[in-house]
């Protein structure tokens, strides 16, 4: 029975993602039923949209700014909080993981009245600000797992023989943390290229990232070229997936959240 | 040495927490400020203080679209927690490797951006979608059946949508418990659904408890799923928040929303919270 319901479930949750991936590849207009050719035309249709095209390269530019930086910010960060262990510790641990508290709505509608506030409304630089926010609890996460893990006496034995704290950083703990600073940067980078609520409360219509723009494209109408560009979105979103996977870094962030 | 390392730590927490003083502090705060003041034709009005905002809120009009957030909230959440519980005993029963890309399969869809899946639902629900093509061949039913633009449709999209927040910390709490547990009651006569109800459930009933919290506010405040789904004429919450913010530009009272979405989702959080403590202290466990 138990067998049953998870195949049941299982079958609801990637159900939405298989479908916009089969419909996409529909010969017709519409998407009559059953589906029994299939054709790339509307692919061709999407990449040749310059709406989704210019879309895309915002979404994949944010994401990728945003992923340094919440990585360069965070790494800092949680390097003082493990190393030094702060009295306040727990306290900066907790303001840092606070985004996670306030939903994407709430938090847009703040984002929108303060870009309008200091004059960043419709700014690429608002936008990367929300989006870093965003994703800093996630990184925080995973990267404090990512600095326990360098044993503390390597550090010692590279001050003793003479490095300064910042050269042993640079060249002993950052170089170890490696594999798990990839790990921290392709999940901030999914979670910002995926992002819908807040980017869409918060921009104007000439700074679309990609699922706002789908976002608006679909509540106009909804045809193949839609499902086409969405079924590309699903690639990028699955080859950054199966890359985290090789890297185990589910396992780390499943054990935290 | 003691007192040159002291502001060490700070120094290098300093430049996120400078970051989200300006970028996340701020504008909760701009928002609280804002709600706090009229609006008029002419724009914000900073030089007078009031709560009408708020006082707004008792409107019908209003009372009606959070009964229907908190509804649809309540019944996701509600059919999310009866089938989180076989599916975390069937995974915990897994070897690891196919535990591993069980939880892996859960996980994806959520990657992939709310608006994708939307619009797989929008194709597989729809009149004449792939659902009711199916249920139509089949001869289930004889005209197509409505499942969306209402509230079927948002909660049929909602929970899968917010799943792994209750299987994720169920998951990882019944793959925990030592095995031994089950063993010794089976062999003290317990038939596994006595199993179940006497041992797993009292045991990991914390984390399913903090799962649905998590489950229950993501629910609340879902926007794409229950404006593309649902609807304008199913308006929920954060669509109303959407409106008056983005079309109506009415701030002080959108900010207004905004705080009384955050007050309404913390109370819930720690009502929860509280609750899944006291459950754990209730059955001898630490919380």
Same mark, same amino acid.
Do not use: E, Y
């Given at each position: 029975m138990i067998r049953a319901v998870n195949l049941i479930m299982l079958i609801v949750v990637l159900a939405p993602v298989v479908v916009v991936m089969w419909m996409?590849?529909?010969?017709?207009a519409m998407f009559v039923l059953p589906i029994t050719q299939f054709s790339f035309r509307w692919y061709r249709e999407a990449l040749s949209y310059p709406g989704f095209v210019d879309a895309f390269f915002l979404s994949a530019e944010l994401a990728l700014f945003a992923a340094l930086i919440t990585l360069a910010l965070c790494f800092l960060a949680v390097y003082g909080i493990v190393r030094y262990r702060p009295a306040g510790a727990a306290v900066l641990r907790s303001f840092f993981t606070? &985004?996670? #508290?306030?939903s994407a709505v709430v938090f847009g509608i703040a984002m929108l009245q303060f870009v309008n506030r200091i004059g960043l409304y419709n700014q690429f630089s608002g936008l990367l600000l929300a989006h870093v926010v965003l994703v800093v609890p996630f990184a925080i996460r995973s990267l404090e797992a990512t600095v326990r893990a360098v044993p503390e006496e390597l550090e010692w034995a590279s001050m003793i023989l003479g490095r300064s704290r910042a050269n042993t950083l640079l060249r002993i703990t950052l170089p170890l943390c490696a594999r798990g600073l990839v790990t921290a940067f392709l999940f901030c980078f999914l979670l910002s290229f995926s992002e819908v609520t807040t980017t869409l409360f918060m921009?104007? &219509?000439? #700074?679309?990232?990609l699922p706002v723009r789908i976002y608006t494209y679909m509540s106009d109408r909804i045809d193949p070229t839609v499902a086409a560009v969405s079924a590309l979105v699903v690639l990028v979103s699955l080859a950054v997936v199966v890359f985290l996977n090789l890297l185990g870094g589910f396992r780390r962030l499943d054990s935290q959240g | 040495m003691q007192d040159r390392r002291i502001p060490a730590p700070w120094l290098f927490a300093a430049p996120l927490i400078l970051v989200m003083a300006i970028g996340f502090v701020w504008p909760l705060l701009q928002a609280l400020v804002n709600s706090l003041h009229p609006n008029t034709p002419q724009g914000i009005d900073v030089t007078q203080w009031t709560f009408g905002n708020y006082k707004r809120l008792a409107d019908p009009f209003y009372g009606e679209i959070l009964v229907r957030t908190l509804r649809i909230s309540f019944a996701v959440t509600a059919i999310t927690g009866l089938l989180a519980y076989p599916v975390a005993l069937y995974l915990a029963r897994l070897s690891p490797r196919a535990q591993s890309l069980v939880i892996l399969a859960y996980i994806s869809p959520w990657l992939v951006n709310t608006v994708v899946k939307a619009l797989g639902w929008t194709l597989l629900l729809r009149t004449n979608g792939v659902v009711n093509t199916i249920l139509l061949q089949l001869d289930i039913v004889s005209t197509p059946l409505?499942?969306?633009?209402n509230e079927t449709g948002v909660v049929i999209a909602l929970i899968p949508g917010h799943f792994i927040f209750v299987l994720l910390p169920l998951w990882a709490a019944v793959s925990g418990l030592d095995p031994a547990l089950s063993w010794a009651a089976g062999t003290l006569g317990a038939r596994p659904s006595a199993v179940f109800w006497r041992v797993i459930l009292p045991l990991t009933l914390p984390a399913f408890v903090a799962g649905l919290v998590i489950n229950f506010i993501m629910n609340m405040t879902a926007f794409a799923i229950p404006m593309l789904?649902?609807?304008?004429?199913?308006?929920?919450a954060s669509m109303l928040a959407y409106q008056v913010n983005l079309?109506?530009?009415d701030w002080p009272m959108g900010g207004a929303l905004a705080v009384t979405l955050l007050a309404l989702t913390l109370a819930i959080v720690w009502a929860g919270q509280k609750f899944a403590m006291q459950l754990a202290a209730g059955r001898g466990l630490r919380p």
């Open positions: 996409s590849l529909t010969p017709t606070a &985004p996670l #508290l306030v921009t104007g &219509p000439s #700074l679309q990232t | 409505k499942l969306m633009l789904l649902g609807g304008a004429r199913n308006m929920v079309i109506t530009l």
